[in-house]
């Protein structure tokens, strides 16, 4: 881990000032960030560094956080356009899934992660729930491995009322932790982490629902849950059990600070003070919400009270893309429309819902989320020379508005530079991509899947 300096670009710091330096610099030692500065960098902070990067015309940026995505997706992206959840499920999800080999996962992973370190993500979070091969988990954490991103599996489950290929015991569920915990929670400094990820209310029994969170408070690890998305899966759970989705996780006593909350679309007010109150996280993902017809969330009233939001582009089989640059565009235009506001979010309060709500999301508010001393250097740096973007007035609205996965120059994840000029330097990406189209091909082709 070499030391390394960022000069000559805009610095978005989006620390708890907002302060942004044109020029600026960021020096890293090791894995963490070492100084942040306004102008040029002192002779003393030059001195220090090996390496040196001319980030004139750039964004310097702390790298985003991708709070909700499935990689195994990369592989069914565009199979069922067109579709609701339920029925995109059983299309598209569902049949390919439950073929998927530990070598697809890994792949999948693969490019799927290559993707996100494309577009900015540093950090992303996988909620993984087929585990049709016993090593598929691994294969993903594999991949999260050799990338160099960090990572973190939320590694799904449901026990009741889901496709009979993917239910699973409480007891398997919780060996298979146990195992995953043993072999990769923590490991690469801390690079890789575990959580638990129950899919979807009306596929998680009571019994299990507080099994597991009970375990995952013992082992100091998150839940990550899908509530809400759609009206139909709400209508479940109130014709089961009487409770809309958050009243069902307050009564089991499943509502912490250590709760993200996927998509959250259709809540009602109480559910919103049962969020606050309880302090859990959502993590909103618009592009696949407008992409299945789902609705939209309610994330200007829940910023009114106070409630962490993250931002995360969903699978890549209900967006089709990760693009996290996209996804900054479409949150603040969809709230923009929907509440005839166009004040509603600003380029500023989207770029802190996906690096500070991101990085809570993730467990790491004091690691990651904005350029300052001692925090962990996961930097970006985005081309603001393009005829997408010049002339530059606004660095935020630019990197809001105007830019897109293309023009990300380079990305650093633990003081590791995993892309430089554009180009991937941990994988040969021509190679991995005709890879992934042929394991893709027998795939579909096992699985009886015609495109």
Not at 52 to 59: C, G, R, S, T, V
Not at 270 to 292: F, Q, R, S, T
Not at 374 to 397: E, Q, T, Y
Not at 435 to 451: N, T, Y
């Amino acid at each position: 881990m070499a030391k390394l300096l960022i000069e000559n670009g805009t610095v978005v710091t989006l620390n708890n000032s907002d302060q942004l330096f044109t020029p600026g610099y960021v020096l890293i030692e090791a894995d963490r960030i070492a100084a942040v500065g306004e102008g040029q960098a002192p002779a003393e902070v030059r001195s220090r560094a090996e390496t040196i990067i001319d980030a004139a015309l750039m964004a310097v940026m702390p790298g985003m956080v991708n709070a909700h995505t499935h990689l195994f997706q990369t592989f069914i992206r565009g199979l069922a356009d067109d579709k609701p959840l339920l029925e995109w499920l059983a299309a598209a999800i569902w049949p390919v899934a439950k073929a998927l080999t530990e070598e697809e996962a890994y792949l999948a992973a693969m490019v799927g992660l290559v993707e996100n370190i494309r577009s900015g993500s540093t950090s992303v979070n996988d909620h993984h729930y087929v585990h049709t091969e016993p090593g598929n988990d691994d294969g993903i954490f594999r991949a999260a491995e050799e990338s160099g991103i960090r990572f973190m599996m939320a590694r799904g489950w449901a026990d009741m009322n889901y496709h009979e290929a993917f239910m699973e015991t409480p007891d398997r569920i919780t060996k298979e932790m146990a195992r995953l915990r043993e072999v990769w929670h923590g490991k690469h400094n801390d690079r890789l982490r575990l959580q638990f990820g129950p899919l979807i209310p009306w596929g998680c029994s009571d019994e299990t629902m507080r099994r597991t969170f009970q375990l995952a408070k013992e082992w100091r690890m998150g839940t990550h849950i899908h509530v809400a998305e759609s009206q139909a899966e709400v209508a479940i759970d109130l014709e089961k059990r009487g409770l809309r989705h958050i009243e069902w996780l307050a009564a089991l006593d499943a509502l912490d600070p250590s709760v993200q909350l996927v998509h959250s679309v259709w809540l009602t007010d109480n559910e919103l003070e049962l969020i606050a109150n309880h302090g859990a996280i959502v993590v909103h993902c618009p592009v696949a919400n407008m992409y299945l017809a789902s609705g939209v969330a309610r994330i200007p009233e829940m910023l009114q009270r106070g409630i962490t939001v993250a931002l995360g582009t969903d699978g890549p089989g209900s967006n089709n893309s990760q693009d996290m640059l996209e996804t900054l565009k479409a949150t603040a235009l969809l709230h923009k429309v929907h509440t005839l506001n166009a004040m509603i979010l600003l380029p500023e309060d989207v770029l802190r819902l996906v690096c500070r709500g991101g990085a809570k999301a993730f467990g790491l508010p004091d690691q990651i989320g904005s350029l300052e001393v001692g925090k962990k250097a996961d930097v970006v740096l985005v081309d603001l020379n393009s005829p997408f973007a010049m002339p530059v007035h606004k660095v935020p609205s630019a990197l809001v508005y105007n830019l897109n996965a293309q023009q990300v120059d380079t990305v650093i994840v633990n003081g590791e530079v995993l892309m430089r000029d554009k180009k991937i330097l941990f994988v040969d990406e021509a190679a991995l991509l005709e890879e992934a189209r042929q394991a893709c091909q027998r795939l579909f082709k096992r699985a009886g899947v015609a495109v």
